[in-house]
C-alpha cells in the first residue's frame, strides 16, 4: 500500500527531527534546530496525507472507514496529533527545546506500529460493535488528549532538568530551555487542552458505549483507567487552581498523569477488556 | 454557632480533603482492575483457601465498584465538592458582579503604543470611544475621573461561575449514577430463533425481570467479510403485547430498540442443540436405517425388540462432540447408553474405551450397532435488557460539565478602559486592560482598539 511506504518516510523525519533538535540543543544552534522544525513539518505534511490516502484505500477496499479502527491506525493518529500539537506549541511560544522530548515520542510510535510484529498494518473491515458514527469522534477525541498530555510530559520533563541547575550539565544546554515560569504556564495549558479533550473523549466514549453495549458505563479496565487518568489530571488542576502548586510537584504530576494515560492506552490491553480491539 | 463554623463543615471544606479523596478514589479503581470482578471471580475461588475467599468477599472486593468503600469514598467527595462549593460561591459571585471604580492608577506607565491623539473634537472622540466598545464589548459603562472621561466594558466575567457548573455537572452524573442503579435493571434475554421470550435473567444472578410482554426471534443473521471477521449480528424481533404483534424490527449492535421503556441491545449469539439428532442404526447385516429423533420421542425397533428413547441431546458431550442418550426398554430389561457422532476418533484416542467405559458403546444393544450422523443446532440470540432512570440526570450533568468546563477555561474575563483626556490643547486616548489570564488575545484587542483612534479616516470607529 501507498500509505505504508508514505508513513515509513515520515517514521525517517521524525527520526531526523529528532536528531536535529538533540543537536541543535546540545551545541546551542539555532540552525539545527530550524532543521529540525523543518523536518518534522515535512513529516506531518506527508503523515497527513498518508492518513488520507490511507482512508481513500479502505474504501478502495469496499470496507470505508476512517483510519482509526485498530491499534496500528491509533498509534499512527496518535503520533500525527502529538507533532501537530507540538509544532502548534513550538509556533506560538518560538522556543525548540521541548522538540527534544516530545517529537522522539511521536518516532517511537510509529517506528512500534510499524515493526511490531504484534501491531497489524492492514487495513481491516470494521466488526459490528465498531460501525458506529461515535467511533471517528472518540477516538480524535482521546487521541487529541493523549497528544496533549504527550506534549505536557516534554515540558514537565524539561521542567525538572530546568530545576536541576545546581548539580551542572553544560550551561548553553540549560540556557536554551526556557523559564520554568513559562514552562509551567505551557506545561498547563497542555494539561488543560487535555483534559477537555480526555473529558470529550470519555464522554464521546460512555455514548457510545449506551448505544453499542446498552451501558455508559461498566467499569471495563480502559473505561476505569481513562477515569484514574482524568482524576489524576483532575488533582493536578485543583492543586495549581486552589492549592496553588508550583513548580515540581506539578510538573511529577504531569509525570503520574502520563504513566496513567500509557497504562490507559498499551496497559490496559493486558487486562481483560471490552475495548480488547484498541 | 452556625453552621459553617462546625467542624464537621470545616472539615468538609477542605480542597486537600478532594485531592486525598481523588487519590483514595484512583487507588480503588487501579485495584477493581487487577482484581477480577464479579463472574470472573468465581475463577479465582479455586486458587485461593475458602477463608482467604471468605475474607475478601466480605471486604467486596470482588465488586469493588458497587462496594461500600467505594460508595463511601464517592459519598464523601460529593459531600466535599457541595461544602466547597457553597463556602466559595459568595467569593465568586463577588468576582462576577465586582465593579472596580476605574483607577488613575490603570492608565501609569502605558507604553505609547497604547495611546493615541486623534484629530476631532473631544465630545466626538468620546462618542466614537464609547462606539468602539459597545461594537465590542456587551457591558459598557461610563465614568467620570478627575483626570478625563473613561469607558469600560468587559465581556466574560461568567467564567468565575463555572466552576460550579462543572461540580454540578459531576454530582448530576453521580445522583444519576445512584438512581440508574437503585431504580434501573439490567438483565439479558436468551431467546432461540423461532422462539418467544417473556423474561430477562438479572445479572449477577439475582433471579428474573417479567418484562411484562413478549419478544420473538424471527431470526437471527450472521454475516462474515471475506476474511472470516464478522460483519453483522441482527436479531429480527417482533414484540408482542397480549399476544399480538406491537412491533417488529432488525436488531443490530450499536442499533437498540426501545419497547414500552425497555431498550433492548443485539449483545450476543450462539448455537444451541435444537434437541432434533439424526440417528442410524443398523442390525447384523441388515440395511442401515437413517432417521430424525426428537429429546423424548421414542420408537419401536424394527424387529420389534424394543423400544427406543431419546433422553439427551447434547451439541458437545464431555467436549467430544455431539452426543445423544438413548435408553432402550425390552424383555431383557432397561439399558442406557450414548451415542458419539465421532466415535471412531474417541476410540483412536482412548483404547480399551468400551471395557472402561461400556456407557458409551452405541453396540450395547445387541444387534443393533447406533450412529449419530449430527445434532442439529441453532442460533440463539442473546439480547440485553435495560431501563435507566438516571440516565437523563447523567446527560444532563455530561453537558453542564462540559459547558462549565469551557466557560472555566476557554472564557476570558477581560475589562478594557479608555480614558479620554486633555493633553495640552489635543485629545489623548489611552487604552489598557486585565484579562484572568496571560495570553495574546488581550494584547490584540487592546491593539485594535487603540487602532479605531490612530488611523485616519477611522469612522468605521
Ligand atoms: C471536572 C473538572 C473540574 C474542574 C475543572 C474543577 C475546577 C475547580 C476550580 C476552578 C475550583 C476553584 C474554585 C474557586 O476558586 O472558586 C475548584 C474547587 C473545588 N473542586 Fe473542582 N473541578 C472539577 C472537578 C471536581 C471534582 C471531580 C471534584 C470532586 C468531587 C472537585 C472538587 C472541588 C472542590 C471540593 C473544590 C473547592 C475547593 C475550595 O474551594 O477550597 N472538583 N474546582
Known amino acids: ?44 505534511l506527508a503523515h497527513t496525507a498518508a492518513l488520507l490516502l490511507r482512508w481513500k484505500e479502505s474504501y478502495d477496499l469496499g470496507i470505508g472507514h476512517a483510519p482509526l479502527s485498530n491499534l496500528y491506525e491509533s498509534l499512527v493518529f496518535f503520533a500525527w496529533a502529538v507533532v501537530f500539537l507540538y509544532l ?63 506534549v505536557a510530559f516534554g515540558l514537565a520533563i524539561l521542567h525538572l532538568i530546568k530545576g536541576r541547575k545546581k548539580t551542572g550539565g553544560t550551561s548553553r544546554f540549560l540556557g536554551l530551555i526556557p523559564d520554568r515560569e513559562d514552562l509551567e504556564e505551557l506545561l498547563y495549558q497542555s494539561t488543560l487542552l487535555g483534559f477537555v479533550f480526555l473529558t470529550l473523549g ?36 485543583h492543586a495549581r487552581f486552589v492549592r496553588g502548586w508550583r ?32 | 454557632m452556625g453552621i459553617k463554623q462546625s467542624p464537621v463543615w470545616s472539615f468538609f471544606s477542605s480542597l486537600r480533603l478532594t485531592l486525598v479523596l481523588l487519590a483514595v478514589l484512583a487507588v480503588l479503581a487501579v485495584v477493581g482492575t487487577l482484581v477480577p470482578q464479579q463472574e470472573t471471580a468465581q475463577e479465582l475461588a479455586r486458587r485461593f483457601s475458602p477463608g482467604t475467599i471468605q475474607i475478601l468477599s466480605t471486604l467486596q472486593v470482588f465488586d469493588l465498584y458497587r462496594s461500600v468503600w467505594f460508595l463511601l469514598v464517592l459519598g464523601l467527595l460529593a459531600a466535599n465538592l457541595v461544602v466547597c462549593s457553597l463556602n466559595r460561591f459568595p467569593v465568586s459571585w463577588r468576582l462576577f458582579k465586582a465593579e472596580t471604580p476605574a483607577d488613575e492608577r490603570l492608565f501609569r506607565d502605558l ?5 493615541a491623539y486623534p484629530k476631532g473634537d473631544r465630545e466626538d472622540i468620546l462618542a466614537r470611544a464609547e462606539r468602539a466598545l459597545r461594537r465590542r464589548y456587551r457591558d459598557v459603562r461610563r465614568e467620570e475621573l478627575d483626570r478625563g472621561v473613561v469607558f469600560r466594558g468587559q465581556r466574560g466575567r461568567v467564567t468565575h461561575l463555572g466552576v460550579y457548573a462543572v461540580h454540578l455537572g459531576v454530582l448530576l452524573i453521580l445522583a444519576g449514577g445512584v438512581a440508574g442503579a437503585l431504580f434501573g435493571f439490567d438483565g439479558y434475554v436468551h431467546i432461540g430463533e423461532g422462539e418467544t421470550a417473556t423474561a430477562a435473567d438479572l445479572q ?23 476474511n472470516g471477521m464478522p460483519k453483522t449480528f441482527q436479531s429480527d424481533l417482533t414484540f408482542l403485547k ?7 424490527g432488525a436488531l443490530l449492535v450499536n442499533h437498540p430498540l426501545t419497547f414500552e421503556g425497555i431498550r433492548f441491545y443485539q449483545s450476543s449469539y450462539g448455537r444451541s442443540a435444537d434437541g432434533k439428532a439424526r440417528l442410524s442404526f443398523t442390525a447384523k447385516g441388515e440395511k442401515k436405517t437413517e432417521q430424525t429423533v426428537t429429546l423424548g420421542e421414542a420408537f419401536a425397533l424394527p424387529g420389534g425388540e424394543g423400544t427406543v428413547q431419546v433422553l439427551r441431546v447434547e451439541e458437545d458431550m464431555m467436549q467430544m462432540g455431539p452426543a445423544v442418550k438413548l435408553g ?41 450397532i447406533f450412529a449419530l450422523e449430527g445434532v442439529e443446532e441453532r442460533y440463539y440470540t442473546v439480547l440485553k435488557a435495560a431501563t435507566d432512570p438516571g440516565l437523563p440526570l447523567v446527560m444532563a450533568g455530561g453537558l453542564v460539565l462540559l459547558a462549565g468546563l469551557m466557560i472555566v477555561f476557554v472564557v476570558d474575563h477581560r475589562r478594557v478602559w479608555v480614558l479620554v483626556e486633555d493633553a495640552r490643547g489635543k485629545v489623548r486616548v489611552a487604552v489598557t486592560g486585565r484579562g484572568q489570564r496571560t495570553s495574546a488575545g488581550l494584547d490584540r484587542e487592546l491593539s485594535d482598539l487603540v487602532r479605531v483612534f490612530k488611523e485616519k479616516g477611522d469612522a468605521q470607529g
Not at chain 1, 458505563?217 to 488533582?235: F, G, M, N, Q, R
Request: hydrophobic share 50%.
Open chain 2, 111 to 115: 507604553p505609547p503604543e497604547r495611546t
Open chain 2, 328 to 368: 432402550i426398554r425390552s424383555d431383557r430389561g432397561g439399558i442406557q447408553f450414548w451415542v458419539f457422532r465421532d466415535i471412531e476418533r474417541i476410540r483412536r484416542d482412548n483404547p480399551g474405551l468400551y471395557d472402561q467405559v461400556p456407557l458409551f458403546n452405541p453396540g450395547l444393544f445387541a444387534p443393533y
Open chain 1, 202 to 237: 470519555i464522554m464521546t466514549g460512555s455514548v457510545w458505549a449506551h448505544y453499542a453495549w446498552g451501558a455508559y458505563w461498566s467499569w471495563d479496565p480502559k473505561e476505569t483507567w481513562s477515569l484514574i487518568t482524568w482524576i489524576v489530571y483532575a488533582a493536578l488542576l
Open chain 2, 204 to 226: 449477577g444472578g439475582k433471579g428474573q425481570r417479567n418484562l411484562g410482554f413478549a419478544v420473538r426471534c424471527d431470526r437471527f443473521l450472521v454475516e462474515m467479510y471475506d
Open chain 1, 1 to 44: 500500500m501507498m500509505s505504508s511506504k508514505i508513513l515509513a518516510w515520515v517514521t525517517f523525519l521524525y527520526f531526523a527531527s529528532f536528531t536535529g533538535y538533540l543537536i541543535g540543543m546540545i551545541r546551542g544552534r539555532d540552525l539545527w534546530g530550524k532543521i529540525a522544525s523543518g523536518a518534522a513539518a515535512a513529516g506531518l
Open chain 1, 247 to 278: 513548580g515540581t510537584r506539578l510538573a511529577v504530576l504531569a509525570l503520574v498523569g502520563f504513566a496513567a494515560m500509557l497504562f490507559t492506552y498499551l496497559g490496559v490491553n493486558y487486562l481483560p477488556s471490552l475495548h480488547a480491539y484498541m
Open chain 2, 242 to 248: 397480549n399476544g399480538q404483534p406491537a412491533l417488529q
Open chain 1, 88 to 150: 502548534v506549541v513550538e509556533w506560538r511560544t518560538r522556543n525548540r527545546a521541548p522538540g527534544v522530548f516530545v517529537v522522539p515520542v511521536a518516532f517511537f510510535l510509529m517506528a512500534f506500529a510499524s515493526l511490531s510484529p504484534n501491531v497489524n498494518d492492514r487495513i481491516q473491515p470494521l466488526i459490528p460493535a465498531l460501525q458506529s458514527n461515535w467511533l471517528t469522534s472518540h477516538v480524535i477525541t482521546c487521541f487529541m488528549g493523549y497528544a496533549a498530555f504527550t
